[in-house]
């Protein structure tokens, strides 16, 4: 992949600003501070980085994280706006302001339903996580990849692997996940922040949200609804929903799990899809949305009943959990 006339761009630009997607994962953090590292490394330019509403403090240990806006002001005019793990320009939000005022635009990211909606696109579906493509994009343009740098990277491709246990867990990322250690990132460090670092409220929310889980079709298929009241009896942040659709999938019976998390009571509802065989991407498609095979998302304007049954009746006509 050439990234030489991108360099040339980054080069030449003067304000920076790198966006994640609204709701960051650890990929999206991971590979906007890896990004933001990287171009200083390379350039001396210190960028500015968008992270999108709330930032969960599971990943404060980030180098530079610190340095990330929920927000900028959107009367700004920047010279170059890069998207980081973004499937969906509609996932920038207000953002895309600046993203469609901006001279030049590059979109790096890993969905295989991303339009390449940037100026220049550097998209590979087979990758992991935007993490392993910026990667791949520095060793091929022989970036320094610094120890913060690969602490950033190593975070994004463990957290999209799921702790190195997906599907998506292929032989080149354990090689560069052997790179990154080697370069300085702590492997135990790491996981011990992204999976074990969670408050007791975190855990006592998500036990309740699985025990009001529904199962259809022999178990085939599992679901739980999560209303703005239910957050907001717990103290709940937006990022303790996190995990919960595998939790559903690691059922041995399940086949597809979903949760339907309200956003507005009877107005908006976030979907979050994972299967161990079909295809929840072009699910989650039929409402604007995407993702992968056995991880994707979407939002269904409408209330959590109505978009319970919208989901069921395209899993039905697809033909999955039959």
Request: hydrophobic share 35%; net charge neutral.
């Amino acid at each position: 992949m050439n990234f030489s006339n991108t360099e040339d761009i980054i080069k030449s630009a003067k304000k920076i600003l790198i966006i994640s997607h609204i709701n960051p994962d650890g990929d999206a953090l991971g590979s906007t501070c890896a990004l933001y590292k990287a171009i200083y490394n390379r350039f001396k330019k210190r960028a500015d980085m968008c992270t999108l509403t709330y930032l969960s403090p599971i990943y404060n240990f980030l180098p530079n994280i610190n340095l990330a806006k929920s927000s900028y002001d959107t009367s700004l005019v920047y010279d170059l706006v890069i998207t980081v793990d973004v499937a969906d320009i509609d996932r920038i939000s207000n953002m895309k302001i600046l993203f469609d005022k901006a001279k030049t635009t590059i979109n790096i990211d890993h969905h295989k339903t991303n339009n390449n909606f940037g100026d220049y696109n550097y998209v590979v579906p087979e990758a992991s996580s935007t993490g392993e493509v910026l990667y791949t994009l520095f060793k091929n343009s022989n970036w320094e990849i610094d120890k913060d740098t690969a602490e950033c990277l190593y975070t994004a491709i463990l957290t999209d692997t799921g702790g190195f246990r997906f599907d998506n867990t292929t032989e080149n990322v354990f090689k560069i996940a052997a790179d990154l250690v080697k370069i300085g990132a702590n492997p135990n460090k790491i996981f011990t922040q992204c999976y074990e670092h969670k408050s007791k409220n975190y855990v006592m929310f998500q036990n309740y949200c699985i025990n009001k889980s529904v199962f259809l079709n022999d178990d085939k298929i599992a679901y739980t609804t999560i209303y703005r009241r239910d957050f907001e009896d717990y103290k709940a942040k937006d990022d303790y929903t996190e995990g919960l659709a595998e939790q559903l999938r690691a059922i041995d019976s399940t086949d597809i799990a979903f949760i339907v998390k309200e956003i507005e009571p009877n107005k908006l509802c976030k979907i979050s899809m994972r299967s161990k065989l079909y295809d929840v991407a072009e699910i989650c498609s039929a409402f604007g949305g995407g993702g992968h095979s056995r991880a994707a998302g979407c939002s269904i304007k409408s209330s959590v009943e109505t978009s319970v049954k919208k989901i069921l009746d395209e899993i039905k006509r697809i033909g999955n959990g039959q």
